[in-house]
Nanobody, 123 residues
Framework: VQLQASGGGLVQAGGSLRLSCAAS?????MAWFRRVPGKEREFVAAIGWSTGRTVYADSVNGRFTISRDNAKNALYLQMTSVKPEDTSTYYCAAARVLTTYVDFPRATRYDYWGQGTQVTVSS
């Protein structure tokens, strides 16, 4: 399965942005991670395959919304009230087996990764 992330760009603090991820085939749990150069990869949000259960990092909870369209093999991240500290390269990820929600934030649970899309938030 190949993942293609898109939708990144430059946005002012307090604004909104929507990221998309297109998968070439069906997957189970899907997630967004982000990484700033020189820092570790950070979990952002994840969503289950059938239940649609979601898990968010504390840093984005209440501001970001993850969703998916299984018919289109697509994943989305609606970002609102963005902050300069949200500046990062965002990566979509997908698992090829079922994952319990407690494992949603673990990067090692994901088998497929997109190429990343850059989000820059100006103050």
């Amino acid at each position: 399965v190949q993942l293609q992330a898109s939708g990144g760009g430059l946005v002012q603090a307090g604004g909104s942005l929507r990221l998309s991820c297109a998968a070439s085939g069906p997957t189970y749990t899907m997630a967004w991670f982000r990484r700033v150069p020189g820092k570790e990869r950070e979990f952002v949000a994840a969503i289950g395959w059938s239940t649609g259960r979601t898990v968010y990092a504390d840093s984005v909870n209440g501001r970001f919304t993850i969703s998916r369209d299984n018919a289109k093999n697509a994943l989305y991240l609606q970002m609102t009230s963005v902050k300069p500290e949200d500046t990062s390269t965002y990566y979509c990820a997908a698992a090829r087996v079922l994952t319990t929600y407690v494992d949603f934030p673990r990067a090692t649970r994901y088998d497929y990764w997109g190429q990343g899309t850059q989000v820059t938030v100006s103050s």
